[in-house]
C-alpha cells in the first residue's frame, strides 16, 4: 500500500471536499477521486460517504483516521530527521518538565541548548507530571523530568533526586510557629491535592495505612499555582515541593513545614521515551547538557534535594 495513498485520504478527511483536497495537494481532482477508490478497493471498505456537497466519513473511514494520524506524523518526522542529519539541520527536540521545575531549570535548558546545539528544533512542554509519563509513551515528548510519578516499563529512566515535600498554609494559620507536623496529625489538616495519576495521593495512603492513621482530602486541584492561591486564601492545606512554595513562604504568604514520622518525600526521575531516534552524538550532547545544568541547580541549593544518580550511567540510552 503506498503511504502517498493514505496522506490522499487523510487530506480528503481534514478537507471534507475532494475539490478542496485536490486544490491543496495540488493533483487533479479525478487523479485524487481515483487514488482514494483504489485505496477502498485495497482495503475492501467504503471510506467516504459521497454528498450533494463534499465527503463524509464512515465508521470505517473515522477508524482509519484516527488511527493512522500518528503514525504518519512519526514516519514524517524521522525522515525529516534523517534528512537533517547529514546537512546538520533541524532536529526536532521536546522536552517535557513539571511546574516548579520548569522555571529554575527551563530557562537555563533552553538558553544553553540553543548556543550549543543549533541544529536542534526546540520545543519545551510545562505539564503535570503524570501528562508528561503519557507523552513519552506516546512519543510526543522527547526526554522528561518527572516527579512523583514512575513511567512505564519501556521508557528508560532513572532515579535522579529525593526531594522533601512540605505541608504548606495561610501564613496565619496553624502552622504559624510550628517546626514540624507529625503524620499522625495529618487528619487535623483539610488538604487539597492534586488528582489521580499523579502519586502523591497514593504515597499518603499507604503511608496511612502502614501508620494506622487518616488523612482528611477535601478537594482535588492539578495547579500547583491554584492550590497555592487557594491555600493562601485559607482554604485549607496541600502537600508541595520547596522549590514551589519557597519564594512565598519568604515573602510571608505562606507558612510550611515538614512532615515527620515518617518524614514525606518523593522521587525526581529523568526519563527518554523509547522511539525518539537521533544520532548517538547528538543525544549524548543534550544529555550532557541537561545533567551539568540539573546537577548545577541542585549544588547551588536552588533546588532542594539530594542528589540519587550515578554520573556514569549517563548514556545508558540505547538509542
Not at 536542534?120 to 509519563?133: G, I, K, Q, T
Not at 499518603?204 to 493562601?232: F, H, M, P, Q, Y
Request: aromatic share 8%.
Amino acid at each position: 500500500m503506498e503511504l502517498r495513498r493514505l496522506r490522499y485520504f487523510l487530506q480528503v478527511a481534514r478537507e471534507g471536499s475532494l475539490g478542496q483536497a485536490s486544490r491543496s495537494l495540488g493533483i487533479a481532482q479525478p487523479a485524487l477521486g481515483r487514488q482514494v477508490q483504489l485505496l477502498e478497493s485495497e482495503l475492501g471498505v467504503k471510506l467516504f460517504r459521497r454528498l450533494p456537497r463534499g465527503m463524509r466519513l464512515t465508521d470505517e473511514g473515522e477508524y482509519l483516521r484516527d488511527a493512522l494520524g500518528y503514525p504518519l506524523h512519526r514516519l514524517d518526522l524521522a525522515l525529516q530527521n534523517v534528512r537533517s542529519f547529514a546537512a546538520r539541520v533541524d532536529v526536532s527536540f521536546t522536552m517535557g518538565l513539571p511546574p516548579g521545575v520548569a522555571h529554575l531549570l527551563g530557562p537555563r535548558l533552553f538558553l544553553r541548548l540553543a548556543r550549543e546545539l543549533p541544529n536542534l528544533r526546540l520545543r519545551f512542554v510545562e505539564d503535570d507530571s503524570a501528562s508528561l509519563a503519557a507523552g513519552l509513551l506516546r512519543g510526543a515528548i522527547d526526554i522528561a523530568i518527572l516527579a512523583g510519578v514512575t513511567p512505564d516499563d519501556r521508557v528508560f529512566r532513572g532515579e535522579v533526586l529525593r526531594e522533601e515535600l512540605l505541608l504548606v498554609g495561610a501564613p496565619d494559620s496553624v502552622l504559624a510557629g510550628r517546626d514540624s507536623v507529625a503524620f499522625a496529625e495529618l487528619e487535623a489538616f483539610p488538604l487539597i491535592l492534586p488528582g489521580r495519576p499523579d502519586g502523591l495521593p497514593t504515597q499518603l495512603e499507604k503511608l496511612a495505612a502502614r501508620a494506622a492513621a487518616r488523612i482528611n482530602v477535601t478537594g482535588e486541584v492539578d495547579s500547583i499555582d491554584l492550590a497555592r492561591d487557594i491555600v493562601r486564601a485559607g482554604a485549607g492545606f496541600t502537600i508541595l515541593p520547596p522549590i514551589a512554595c519557597r519564594d512565598a513562604v519568604a515573602r510571608g504568604e505562606l507558612a510550611a513545614v515538614p512532615v515527620t514520622d515518617p518524614a514525606l518525600d518523593r522521587t525526581v526521575f529523568y526519563a527518554v521515551q523509547p522511539l525518539w531516534r537521533v544520532p548517538r552524538s547528538t543525544y549524548d550532547e543534550v544529555e550532557r547538557v541537561i545533567f551539568e545544568e540539573w546537577a548545577a541547580v541542585v549544588a547551588s541549593g536552588a533546588w532542594p534535594a539530594r542528589w540519587l544518580f550515578d554520573r556514569r550511567r549517563l548514556s545508558a540510552y540505547a538509542g
